[in-house]
Every structure is written in structure tokens, then in C-alpha cells.
């Protein structure tokens, strides 16, 4: 076997020079685990390959999609529809000197997969590398190496923005939750073009339909597939938008409507089913379901397309008004004089589209709330680019960050070294640089929170109306939601009042589901009551102790509207004011970067947060300095990056 110090040369002797043959020699012996190969993961794979690294395990539960080519090199457009961590493995091994000598193993699942991805699986690594683009399985993977005592490097980016950072359970480090106590929201965002789960997602989608259907270049929207090229892969949608946009050009009304109509079908229909015939979704939480025939039909006959009654802009559109004004939107541009070639949200026909279409596309995939012509406008302007390089910057400063981890694990012997304070940093990737004129900053790992409930065992307290809430709104509203349990059984007083995950008897426990908390056993949850929830699944155990609360403050309330399920979770929330702005005082408003700006990139993130209202807000300044709310929110953003 070649060992670090043959005298053979080979590809990693700088990399012998620069780190010595003790190190070199750890990092072929190190086994690592890669969560998520996707943006950064596959930038992460291909660095983790050319630096020697020899044991790998990667989990990612998503297949290729022709979006992700532009930028997640290791796939190529073969690979389409194909798991993306076991491409990812096979193209990586195929990086290496000699192949024979290394192990990249894929794994293609949910690493929030209790029965594959535990803490006993966790266990076997020497380090975690997380590659992610959302909050759950940021959570998940941060308690599974907390209980499994290894090191975990956490990776974010949005637009020029990029953080890295170390968490290490011995090393008194901040854990990737120590900061949501900070109630900053940042929504997770999924993948667009295949596995939308938020009404943000369709925005997205319809306005990236909005180029295919008006752009000057229809190759430039997201959604276009070339089906001209001559291994190209059938397309079920490109000939009826082929067919619309010559109508509209030869201003030909009668065909304009029937490939409208096609449009409609093609994409909600024929579009789905083909993903579902692909097996696209058999790993995704929810799968969607075709738009029924029946609306298509109602909509282009009971409702005439051009005889749509005034709308308000607050209106909830159903379904078949979707489809019918989804129609009209594309005949009125037919015969309208201009038609705005890029999507602009105060443009009237494109925002109706954008609501009908993106609308259409949370049906089909249960997304809800639906959106109002208003609603959707609101969520549209909060779009700022996403840049691929930052992610390749990123994925480069962790391997830098994992060298430090196996220094010194190397050094002190042991695999949770517990001094990794001394030997990694906080990354900052800045857009503009600091007046030292850096534009990357290293900065002491954070300090934990003593008042983390998952790494430092602290008693959450809570408060909410215990008159309003069943056992089965807290599990579902709260302990999982927010609290991120999985398997939760939840003890008052000694004795359990529900329990759930493979060994447990839920269904002795259903009884008290529909209860409201104070009249559960054990004496109920009342004001001043501690529960206690526990989950074997992470190693997990956090007291919460309950006040009971009926008068709310403004800032307090989830929902405007109605109080029943208001609670404040960890003390109070902070105001909107609080949340955005900078510790340099300057306004958190730089992001103003709308998606017509961002032309010129592949890719676009959107990322939004919630102020203390749950509005949303626009989320992290793309040019100022980045304090320590940005660097949550960055981590805690999920990444669209659609091509
Ligand atoms: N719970 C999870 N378990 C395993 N892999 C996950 C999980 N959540 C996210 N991932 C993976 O993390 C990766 C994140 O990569 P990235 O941010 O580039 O997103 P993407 O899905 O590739 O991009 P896009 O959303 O534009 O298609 C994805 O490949 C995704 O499948
Ligand atoms: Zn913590």
C-alpha cells in the first residue's frame, strides 16, 4: 500500500511539504462524514479528494436535476435523475491518483433517517462535514455529533456572503444552536425547480416561467430545456412554450389560447407525472399530485379565460381561476403593445402570472398557504443573487478549518480534542473588504450559550395559554417545530404522558392527544409546570418550564390575527429593529439587490426572515460588515440555486 511518505512521487507531495508526512498521513486515515452533495458538497468532495483525504461517507437524499449542472461540478448532464451522492463518490474517486486506495461511500437517504443515521453511525468518523441548504437537517446533524462527541464544520453562503464554522461539544464552543434564541427566522428555501415545500419556492419557479414564456433569450430562464441538442432528453413543456411564444410573435389570438391551454397542461400535468414516473420523489417528504384535469377543463370552458371577473389584490384565487388567468395573462400578452421581457414585480400582467402560475405549482405540490396577487408580490421582492464561487470558497475554507480539527486530534490523541477553540476560527467571507482590506476574516470560535437547551441542557421557558392547546398542537406546533424533537416522549411529574419512535407504545398514549394540556395525567401542564421531553433518537433531553399566558404584547404574537396558539418559546422575542440592524449601526438594508440585477448569475438564492411579527423581512446585507445575527442567518438560510 503507497503510504504518505513512499518515495514514489505523487500528487499530494506539496501537500506533504506543506503539512508534514504525521498529518498527511491522518488525512488518509481520517474518516469522514459529507452531509449534502450538492453546491458546496460537491465543491467539498473534489477538495476533500485532492488533499488525500481516503474515507468518506456522503449522505444526500436528492437526485440530479438538470438546474444543478451549472454549478455542482462533479455531475454531468448523464447523470440526470441519478442519486447525487453516489455520482458524487464515483466522479471523485476517479480524481485520485489511485482509486484503489480510496473509499467514498454514498449514501442516499435523509440524514434526518433515524434508523440509518443515528448516533451509533455518527460514532465511527473521526469528522462531519456538513454541506446543507436548510435549517432541519442543520439541526439534526448538529445534535447527532454533539451525542456522538464529533467535530462537525458547518458551511453557509448567500450571494458574496459565506461563513464556516466549528462545533465540537468538549472544546466549550457555541453549537449550531446556541443562537436561535435569538428568534431570528430565516426560512428555509429547497430546491425550486423539482422539491418546492414553501410558497416561496413556486415564486421563484413562476418567475423563472415568466423568462421562458417572454424573455428575449428563452434559454436564459431557468426552466428551459434544450431539446435540440442531439442526446438531448425529451422535454415535455418546451414545445408548447416554443408554440405560445411564435403565436404571441405573430400575434395569432386562436393559437396563442391553444398553446396557452397546452401550457397549462404541460407543466402541471404531463411535467409531473413524468417526475413521478422518474422516481423523483421517492425520498421526498411529500409527493406532489398532478392538477386534475377538471380544472384545466372547467377553467377554459365554465370560466371563460377572458371573462375573469375584477379580483381585489388580497383575493385568494382557486385553482381554476389559476388556470383561467393564467390563460388570460398569456393572451392579453398577445395583444397587448409591450410585454416587459424580464419579470418586473410591479408590472400587473407579470405579477398575475407569477400569482396564478406559482400558485398553480403549490397546489400541485400541497404547499400551502396559497397566495394573493398581494402576498405574492411581497414574497417576489425579496430575491438577492447567489454566487457559485462563494460556495467554492467556502467548501476551500472548510478543508482549511478540517486540517486544523485533525491537527489537533492529532495532537492531543483523541477524536473530540476538546480544545479545537485553540485551533480553528469563524470564517467570514465578505463581499467588500474590512479596512484592513480583507476579505476573509477569521475571528475566536463563539462561546456557548448557557442558555442552549441542546447543548448545555438549559430549561426552556415557555409561555402560552394552556387553555388553548391539546397535547397533540404542542407536539406538533412546538416540540417538533421549533424544538426540532423527533422522537419525543414527554414525562410530568415521573410518568409519561406520550412517547413515539420504534420501540414505543404511541398508541397507549393517543388517548391524550386531543386533550388540552391541563387536563392531562400526572396533574397536567399548568402554570409553573416543568415537563420534561426526551429523544433517544439524539441523545436529547431539555426541561420546559410553562407559564401560563392569555394577554399578549405586540412583538409576542405569532399571527396577528388570532392569539390562540401565540407563545413566546426562551424569553421574549426581539424587535424587528433588534434583528437588522448591524453592530456598526448602519442599516441592514444593502440586500436591495432585485432578481433583475442578478441577471448575470447562475444562480439565485432567496433567503427571508421573519421579524418579531412573523413578517418577512429581507434578510443579510451583501456589502457591510457581517455581525453575529448574519452569521446565524446565513447558516441558518436554505440556498435556491437554480439555473
Ligand atoms: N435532510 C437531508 N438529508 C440529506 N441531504 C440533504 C438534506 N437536506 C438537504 N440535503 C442536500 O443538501 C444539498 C444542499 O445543496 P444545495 O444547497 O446546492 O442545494 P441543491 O438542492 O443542490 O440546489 P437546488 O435547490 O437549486 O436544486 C442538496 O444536495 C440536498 O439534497
Ligand atoms: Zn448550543
Not at 8 to 13: A, E, G, K
Not at 467 to 473: F, I
Amino acid at each position: 500500500m503507497t503510504t504518505a511518505s513512499s518515495s514514489v512521487p505523487h500528487l499530494l507531495s506539496g501537500m506533504e511539504a506543506t503539512l508534514g508526512t504525521n498529518m498527511l498521513t491522518k488525512i488518509q486515515s481520517s474518516k469522514i462524514l459529507l452531509v449534502g452533495a450538492g453546491g458546496i458538497g460537491c465543491e467539498l468532495l473534489k477538495n476533500l479528494a485532492l488533499t488525500g483525504f481516503r474515507h468518506v461517507q456522503v449522505i444526500d437524499l436528492d437526485t440530479i436535476d438538470v438546474s444543478n449542472l451549472n454549478r455542482q461540478l462533479l455531475f454531468r448532464s448523464q447523470h440526470v435523475g441519478m442519486p447525487k451522492c453516489t455520482v458524487a463518490c464515483q466522479v471523485a474517486t476517479q480524481m485520485v491518483q489511485d482509486p484503489s486506495l480510496v473509499s467514498y461511500t454514498a449514501h442516499h437517504g435523509n440524514v434526518c433517517d433515524n434508523d440509518t443515521f443515528n448516533v451509533q453511525f455518527v460514532q465511527q468518523f473521526d469528522l462531519t462535514l456538513n454541506a446543507l441548504d436548510n435549517v432541519v437537517a442543520r439541526r439534526r446533524v448538529n445534535r447527532l455529533c454533539l451525542a456522538a462527541g464529533v467535530p462537525l464544520i458547518e458551511a453557509g453562503t448567500t450571494g458574496y456572503l459565506g461563513q464556516v464554522n466549528v462545533i465540537d461539544k468538549e472544546s466549550d464552543v457555541a453549537c449550531y444552536e446556541c443562537q436561535t434564541q435569538e428568534t431570528q427566522k430565516v426560512y428555509p428555501i429547497c430546491t425550486i425547480r423539482s422539491t418546492p415545500s414553501m410558497p416561496v419556492h413556486t415564486i421563484v419557479w413562476a418567475k423563472e416561467l415568466y423568462k421562458l414564456l417572454f424573455g428575449d433569450k428563452v434559454e436564459e430562464s431557468m426552466l428551459f430545456e434544450d431539446t435540440t441538442a442531439p442526446d438531448a432528453e425529451p422535454s415535455t413543456y418546451m414545445s408548447a412554450v416554443l408554440s405560445f411564444r411564435r403565436a404571441r410573435a405573430a400575434r395569432d389570438s386562436d393559437v396563442v389560447r391553444t398553446a396557452a391551454g397546452e401550457v397549462v397542461t404541460k407543466l402541471f400535468v404531463d411535467e409531473i407525472q413524468k417526475q413521478l414516473d422518474m422516481g423523483r420523489y421517492k425520498t421526498a417528504r411529500k409527493t406532489p399530485a398532478v392538477l386534475p384535469t377538471s380544472v384545466i377543463v372547467d377553467a377554459t370552458t365554465t370560466v371563460p379565460p377572458t371573462a375573469k371577473p375584477s379580483y381585489r389584490t388580497t383575493d385568494l384565487w382557486t385553482p381554476t381561476e389559476c388556470v383561467a388567468e393564467f390563460i388570460a395573462c398569456l393572451e392579453n400578452a398577445a395583444t397587448a403593445a409591450t410585454v416587459l421581457p424580464s419579470f418586473d414585480k410591479d408590472d400587473t400582467l407579470a405579477m398575475r402570472l407569477v400569482t396564478a402560475s406559482s400558485n398553480l405549482r403549490s397546489f400541485v405540490f400541497e404547499i400551502e398557504p396559497l397566495q394573493s396577487f398581494y402576498s405574492a408580490k411581497g414574497i417576489a421582492g425579496n430575491i438577492i443573487p447567489a454566487i457559485a464561487t462563494t460556495n467554492a470558497i467556502a467548501a476551500g475554507l472548510q478543508i482549511l478549518q478540517a486540517f486544523q480539527v485533525l491537527r489537533a486530534q492529532l495532537e492531543t490523541g483523541t477524536k473530540s480534542a476538546g480544545k479545537l477553540g485553540e485551533y480553528c476560527s469563524y470564517i467570514n467571507c465578505l463581499r467588500n473588504s474590512t479596512r484592513n482590506g480583507l476579505f476573509l476574516t477569521a475571528s475566536n470560535l463563539e462561546k456557548p450559550n448557557p442558555r442552549c437547551f441542546v447543548c448545555r441542557n438549559a430549561t426552556v421557558p415557555l409561555a402560552l395559554n394552556v387553555n388553548n392547546w391539546t397535547l397533540q398542537d404542542l407536539l406538533q406546533k412546538l416540540i417538533k417545530k421549533d424544538l426540532g424533537f423527533e422522537e419525543p416522549t414527554i414525562t410530568l411529574d415521573g410518568d409519561i404522558v406520550w412517547e413515539e419512535g420504534s420501540d414505543a407504545d404511541s398508541e397507549a398514549f393517543a388517548v391524550n392527544l386531543p386533550k388540552l394540556l391541563p387536563q392531562l395525567p400526572c396533574g397536567g401542564i399548568q402554570h409553573g409546570t416543568v415537563l420534561r421531553i426526551e429523544d433517544f433518537s439524539q441523545d436529547l433531553t431539555v426541561d420546559v418550564a410553562v407559564t401560563h399566558q392569555t394577554v399578549w404584547e405586540r412583538g409576542d404574537e405569532e399571527d396577528d390575527d388570532d392569539d390562540t396558539y401565540q407563545y413566546v418559546l426562551k424569553g421574549s422575542k426581539p424587535t424587528a429593529s433588534a434583528l437588522h440592524v448591524p453592530s456598526n449601526g448602519a442599516l441592514n438594508n444593502g440586500v436591495g439587490t432585485k432578481v433583475e440585477e442578478a441577471e448575470d448569475d447562475d444562480d439565485i438564492v432567496v433567503v427571508m426572515a421573519a421579524d418579531a411579527k412573523g413578517k418577512r423581512n429581507r434578510e443579510t446585507n451583501g456589502d457591510g460588515p457581517v455581525n453575529k445575527r448574519q452569521k446565524m442567518s446565513i447558516l441558518e438560510a436554505d440556498v435556491i440555486e437554480i439555473s
